[in-house]
């Protein structure tokens, strides 16, 4: 598999991961006694972020690998596979309207904030076009590690947005349903079966889905295929009736910490004085992309009857994996989310390439 690590490098990983998540979960477990909304991702994110600006030497240390995270990822779209039920299709068909207000929302976002940073910022074409995408983080940044020069500010504008969304999304479900809601939320997590109460079976066929479908999309040569490979194979099973697997309490918390952390190591080791300008532009950016996709959710929930931190999840650009773990912490339709996101994602996915070699390389 690409992700297995060198041996030599697994104890110095270790080590990182023992720091990081001693903080994640400290941290969490500190936001979930005071009923903050999705306590163990917010507790993660900031936890090792603060830890990581105000104690600096252990700013090195700090980080989750990713022969690591590859896993956790898998695990998670399995397990968003697992929420596609039999009556798919019929939804699917439902949902024709909330999709095409998506990608027309999609192009609009792309545009705007191609203009935003070429035109006002006088960004070269490359690098806004990168910076400008609503979404596929990761190849963002593959690509634009052969494209563009300064690939850490594409990093770093989808680390302002990424980071908006997760901070910005569980305060809205405290303010817009109340305290209620966020209690309800913890405690859905809190009854989530346990990994104990998973029999032999149900424990094989999860790691079967996972291994089994990133074997088979690295084979056929997916896109995404961490994303894509297990959640394609979990949803046939669970579309023929051939699996049946529940959200598992550990691993949704684990799932947290992995991502928080990941996030709040990024944000300790940014330098923050080099790229303050950049960071600035990150956060315009990641506002009027956030705008954009406000005034489309505002629409979609006030013309269909949707609800508003439904659609708001299934639209906002704030990483799959990430607003995915949300509404499964939340209870919301997680189907009706990973699905919007995954028709995002794909066509971003084959056009990113295909558009930033046409456009002008300033380096020559």
Known sequence: MPFLPRLNDIRKDAVKMGITFALALSSGWLFFQVN??????????????LAGGLVRPIKPYLGVARWFHVPVILGLSVMIGATFGQDLFHEAVLWWKSLCVMMVTTFIVCMAGYQLLTRWRGYEKRLAFFCSLPGGQAEALILARQLVDKDYVVALFHLVR?????????????????????????????????????????????????????????????????????????????????????????FVILAQLAIGGAIGAKLAVVPFQEVLGYLKDGFVNALLIMGLYLVATLLMARLDGFSFLEVWLAFVPGGLYEVTLLALIFGFDVAFVAFHHTVRIIPLFFAMSFIAKRLPDSRK
């Open 36 to 49: 903050m909304p999705a306590p163990y991702l917010m507790g993660s994110l900031f936890g090792v972020w």
């Open 162 to 250: 990424v980071t908006i969304v997760f901070v910005s999304t569980p305060l809205m479900l405290a303010f817009i349903q109340g305290g209620d809601a966020v209690a309800l939320s913890n405690l859905r997590l809190a009854d989530m079966p346990g990994m104990f109460d998973l029999s032999l079976d149900q424990m094989g066929l999860f790691i079967f889905l996972a291994l089994a479908g990133l074997s088979l999309a690295l084979i056929l040569r997916f896109p995404l295929p961490y994303l894509l490979g297990p959640m394609c194979l979990s949803i046939l099973f669970h579309l023929m009736g051939w699996a049946d697997l529940p959200r598992v309490n550990e």
